[in-house]
């Protein structure tokens, strides 16, 4: 009965080599968010899906690519892995309505780049 | 730019003892304000929003936070702490042209000693 799940839950990795990360809600939400928490646990929005429509763009290097094949899902796709790019991602969904609707988070997806 | 600001990394209470912690935020309009809780190794939990209205909100586990415009704060307390309150706390502000994506604060590490 998990609502939010994002798979895998730790990602090891070398640099250059492309990876994806995937996430599904079964809360029936049109609406998913990648964020990126850093190693100073500070977060910060990457992408916005509403009905697989990207509605925000954060400056995110071109090499992170979310694609939502469906309103349940939204996947994280990284090309040319960087050190830089060790954090934990969270998957996150909501209702339509902007921020009157709260904002369900995965558990995070561990990603450490060497 | 909106922004949110926890003076505090790191706080430690004694089990039973009365918790506050600080958020300031910066933001042109009346603010959408939240607060979240990350137990380790889990995704984001709301405790409490504040959107307008009553300054003072109430949330879940016994949580309160304080619209405070004069100040640009939103405080969060709880007047008896538990050990399972451990934990790091994150205040959030409503950003971007449609008020659709959350700016976080860099949380706030509570530790509690019995």
């Known amino acids: 009965d998990t609502a939010v799940s994002q798979t895998p839950k730790y990602l090891v990795t070398q640099m250059g080599n492309d990876k994806s990360i995937k996430c599904e809600q079964n809360l029936g939400h049109d609406t998913m968010y990648w964020y990126k928490q850093d190693s100073k646990k500070f977060l910060k929005i990457m992408f916005s899906?509403?009905?697989?429509?990207?509605?925000i763009n954060e400056t995110v290097p071109n090499r992170f690519s979310p694609k939502s094949p469906d309103k349940a899902h939204l996947n994280l796709h990284i090309n040319s892995l960087e050190l830089g790019d060790s954090a934990v991602y969270f998957c996150?969904?909501?209702?339509?309505?902007?921020?009157?609707?709260?904002?369900?988070f995965g558990p995070g997806t561990r990603l450490t780049v060497l | 730019a909106q922004s949110v600001t926890q003076p505090d990394i790191h706080i430690t209470v004694s089990e039973g003892a009365s918790l506050e912690l600080r958020c300031n935020y910066s933001?042109?309009?009346?603010?959408?304000l939240f607060w979240y809780v990350q137990s380790p190794g889990q995704g984001l939990q709301l405790l409490l929003k504040y959107f307008s209205g009553d300054t003072l909100v109430q949330g879940i586990k016994g949580f309160e936070a304080e619209f405070k415009r004069s100040q640009s704060s939103f405080n969060l307390r709880k007047p008896s702490v538990h050990w399972s309150d451990a934990a790091e706390y994150f205040c959030?502000?409503?950003?971007?042209?449609?008020?659709?994506?959350?700016?976080f604060g860099a949380g706030t590490i509570l530790r509690v000693k019995s």
């Open positions: 933001y042109g309009a009346t603010p959408y």
């Open positions: 959030a502000v409503g950003a971007g042209e449609y008020g659709n994506k959350l700016v």
């Open positions: 899906y509403n009905n697989k429509e990207l509605i």
């Open positions: 996150a969904s909501s209702q339509s309505g902007g921020l009157l609707r709260e904002q369900f």
